[in-house]
């Protein structure tokens, strides 16, 4: 399988040294961090003279094209032509940032010269440029000199300054006027003269610098300490900070400096609720071509026109480089994140079926792509042009319709598939296993009996629940009763296997003991339709919890568990769902016992990757054995301690299923919160046995595929089962070069078995841009989706790199794909500025807040099953689940509007919007805090939670109580509506200011330093703009 995103790539004739998801291993780390090839002789830029201008270049801000040829056999640094950039006046050396008083932030500073980061930051100067398509026209000719903060015409593309402002037309040195969007001049002199030039380049490490250029540098002598990122000081939450900055405020020297201004800096929810005061509310239409979506929070309605909604398929750019040259140069992955199931708003239109008959769809004959609107009608509509592969294809007599006078048929919109974007088509046999027609599905519930589940109350549960849910089994739109047959096993050292077939009085129950060579010991009667089967099914579940209630049997199997589902199924000849119900570590003899491999001394050392590796051998067989008979499977673990989360989610993690955890299950505690996943997750809209597909236009095509998918070829993506929650993260590369006139098309086509045993194909249709202007790209840039791709790269690299490597390729990515828009799209502007596309100005909050989840933060205080199982959920997640993931919402309730309908707008998620008379809700797609402020109004707690004040509330509050009064009403109404946007159920958690709890709530505040390691978003801005600096250098 092809490899990752454009992540220090060789050239693409050499062969890659791997990185599994960035692929198959990175190999080692670089001897020298450089970017361009690893390995390759750091490069070095001569400074043109003092004073240079920056040549003018094409309207886009495009490198002339004499330097066109950037890649020969040494690659340089993002394409880099002799530096164009002119080399700023001495004082202009200074680095950007300055340091805070106080030790609030530990910057990266090194120990050199007296002035440090902040007093740069204090005089950085703030601003956005338009957003990002209100100057779609280029002006005709650029001025070199044109400043983003002038009254000026707007610069050509929208762009975030921080930094000071700009020099002049004219002169370098000179100060131009302020414009009303920059912010104060902190504590800074505007032009700079005011702070001495610093050693070198803001550093991250004390000691001398490193061989490379770019990148990560190796810690030096200064930082002794665990591999990773060198230790930090012990941060306000204590605990060894593993972020990528260190040194204090210690040695600062010079007058005190005004802080920077947090509100200053890029805000996510600025930027969420700019896009929906512009974009919320209206109609996305989609007829045009590589039009950027509004942002996933927006509330928005689309009408389909002829490209998939971007519900269904979103891109990391919709306006893709025209060569591979460029690609390489900007490094921003080019990626679609697809969510082929997604559920459609009421008030949208459902997707079309179309039947041609016993004929099939209709398919280009050489690339095999289906009728879509991107086929061009000729010869007076006798045959058509494939939009793809441009083979001319006959059209089918039966197919036949004239063309009008613009050439385009006229049955063109009674035809969803000529003039719509997402629709299906039904399958013939030949899309049929074995050519036979397909069965409906089944889904088997699997509950471990052992004595941990009986003892919580685990099994008592499961069973009164499946009577009344197996009623809400999925069905067919208008189908008055789902078709989805049910079966039932309960396992600990041994499987139990019941007939409930609807002639019988009683429940049979058949025991299986030899787990090592699996079969099913009944054809007739496991399987049953529970309409039929009420009575014995209900008589069935009755019987268990009592069966079992005196076992004291503590071991259980896995693998032979998920084996009898298969054979089941492949008895039934059906595809389906195993729901299992597990407590532990399958320890008992039988094909997968597992051991306790759990080791925190491997922490933050070249081998804690293998925590995460699953174990090879039984498990990979079994994830084939699941795909080939469509075979989904969804976990449900009740820990109460390590159980090899790595390799026991590894199956479902193959098969398009879900895993659930709940460590220390307790039925009073979190009962209603397993039940809510459970409902949610029998109910959904789901389709079988499936295989994917992403055809392409020429010039590129898919190479490298992430989600919870099995891949036995490098094109055919398997999915066992697919639900409205899973999304597929493609990568695409360039195999030639792209035009401008025809664009980028690609074509999702999914084929695979409904809920009621119909065979279909869904196909999602979307059409790009293409550009040779690098600005193009960076406009159409969704931050949202490039985070996505980030977060499954870097999940997927950990299997096989250390930590460490997999944050510094994070962090010079970044830094390469901002520093290549300085250099080729933004106006010439002193180098002490940081410069940002407006599209993805957020982007460094998301990333700092990526490097600090559970799995890359490297601390010994996280449980590995924990870090395991958000690695293994992130794969299949969709765009709107990342970004909430990554930036959480964080809601002021204490001075809500009882009166209105309306959510309170989310605030900036830092403590520093915390007050201690303030309710806040936090909620990030998995956990919903609801924290409280010591000087909380005893009034509002009183009508909250029914005490009179905030001390009167018990510790372990885990529930809000029913009452009658506007408060209550409006904030359990908020709760209940975030919960039902939601793929998972989320246990609420009530946390009191200053209590033992509130280190669970703080590591969401993802501005802030991380709890368990990493950097402030302040900080981690500043080290970003240092490394930007080292790439232009």
Known sequence: MSQQGYVATPPYSQAQPGMGGYPAGFGSSPAQPLYGHYGGQ???????????????????????????????????????????????????????????????????????????????????????????????????????????????????????????????????????PQSPLAGPSMGGHPSMGGHPPMGGMGRPFPGPPPPGSGGFQQPGPGAAGQPGYPQQPQGQFGGQMAGPFQGGAAHMSGPPQKKLDPDSIPSTTQVTEDDQAKRGGQVYTTNLRGQVPPLVTTDFTVQDQGNASPRFMRCTTYSFPCTADLAKQCQVPLGAIIKPFATVPKNETPLYVVNHGETGPIRCNRCKAYMCPYMQFIDGGRRYQCGFCNC?????????????????????????????????????????????????????????????????????????????????????????????????????????????????????????????EMFVPLLDGFLVNFQESRAVINNLLDQIPDMFADTNESETVFAPVIQAGVEALKTAECSGKLFIFHSSIPTAEAPGKLKNRDDKKLINTEKEKTLFQPQKGVYEQL??????????????????????????????????????????????????????????????????????????????????????????????????????????????????????????????????????????????????????????????????????????????????????????????????????????????????????????KVFPVYLNSLMKTGPLVGSAELSTDDRAHQRLIATAMGVEDTQLLLYPRLIPLHNMDVASDVVPAPVRCSEERLTDAGMFLLENGRS??????????????????????????????????????????????????LLDQRPSAMKLLIVKQKDRSEMLFRQHLVEDKGPHGGASYMDFLCYVHCEIRQVLT
């Open 928 to 977: 919903l805090f609801l924290w409280l402020g010591q000087a909380c109004p005893p009034e509002l707690v009183q009508r909250v939670f029914n005490v009179p004040s905030f001390t009167h509330l018990p510790a372990d509050l885990s529930s809000l109580p029913v009452l009658d009064n506007p408060q209550s009403k409006k904030l359990r109404s908020i709760i209940d509506s």
């Open 623 to 840: 994830s084939k054995d699941c795909v080939s008979q469509g075979c989904s499977v969804d976990l449900f673990l009740f820990p109460s301690q390590y159980v090899d989360l790595a390799t026991m989610g590894d199956v479902p993690t193959h098969t398009g299923g879900s895993i659930f955890k709940y460590s220390n299950f307790q039925v009073e505690m979190d009962g209603e919160h397993f039940l809510s996943d459970l409902r949610k997750d029998v109910e959904k809209a789901i389709g079988f046995d499936a295989i994917m597909r992403v055809r392409t236009s020429t010039g590129f095509r898919a190479t490298n595929f992430f989600g919870a998918i099995h891949m036995n070829n490098t094109t055919d993506v398997e999915m066992a089962a697919v639900d409205c929650d899973k999304a597929v993260t493609v990568e695409f590369k360039h195999d030639d070069k792209l035009s401008e006139e025809t664009g980028a098309l690609m074509q999702c086509a999914l084929l695979y078995t409904t809920v009621s045993g119909q065979r279909r194909l869904r196909i999602h249709n979307l059409s790009l841009n293409c550009s040779a202007q690098l600005s193009e790209l960076y406009k159409s840039c969704e931050t949202d989706a490039l985070i996505n791709f980030f977060a499954k790269s870097a999940y997927r690299a950990m299997l096989n790199q250390p930590l460490k490597t997999v944050r510094e390729i994070l962090v010079n990515q970044t830094a390469h794909m901002l520093a290549c828009y300085r250099k080729n799209c933004s106006s010439p502007s002193a180098a002490s500025q940081l410069i940002l596309p407006d599209a993805m």
């Open 392 to 516: 001319v294809n006959e059209v089918p007599t039966f197919y036949f319709q004239h063309l009008d006078h613009m050439g385009r048929r006229v049955d063109l919109y009674e035809r969803p598939e000529l003039s719509l974007g997402s629709y299906e088509f039904e399958a013939t046999l030949d899309y049929c296993k074995n050519n036979k027609p397909a069965s409906p599905p089944a889904y088997i519930f699997m509950i471990d009996v052992s004595y941990a589940n009986i003892k919580s109350g685990l099994v008592r549960l499961v069973c009164e629940e499946l009577k009344t849910l197996l009623d809400n089994l999925p069905r067919e739109d208008g189908a008055e009763s789902s078709t989805v047959k049910v079966g039932f096993v309960t396992y600990n050292k041994i499987l139990h296997f019941y007939n409930v077939k609807s002639a019988l009085a009683q429940p049979q129950m058949m025991v299986v003991s030899d787990t090592a």
């Open 42 to 176: 750091p490069q070095s830029f001569p400074a043109p003279p003092t004073g240079l201008m920056k040549p003018v270049s094409s309207p886009s801000g495009m490198p002339p094209s004499e330097v066109s040829s950037q890649y020969g056999s040494n690659i340089q640094q993002n394409g880099a032509h002799p530096q164009r950039y002119p080399a700023p006046p001495a004082a202009a050396a200074a680095s950007p940032y300055g340091q805070p008083p106080n030790s609030t932030y530990h910057t990266m500073a090194p120990q050199a010269p007296a002035q440090q980061l902040t007093n740069q930051m204090g005089s950085m100067n703030l601003g956005y440029g338009p957003g990002p398509m209100q100057n779609p026209q280029a002006p005709p000719t650029s001025p070199p000199a044109q400043q983003p903060f002038q009254t000026a015409p707007p610069p050509t593309m929208g762009q975030s300054t921080l930094g000071p402002p700009p020099a002049g037309p004219h002169s370098p040195q000179m100060a131009p």
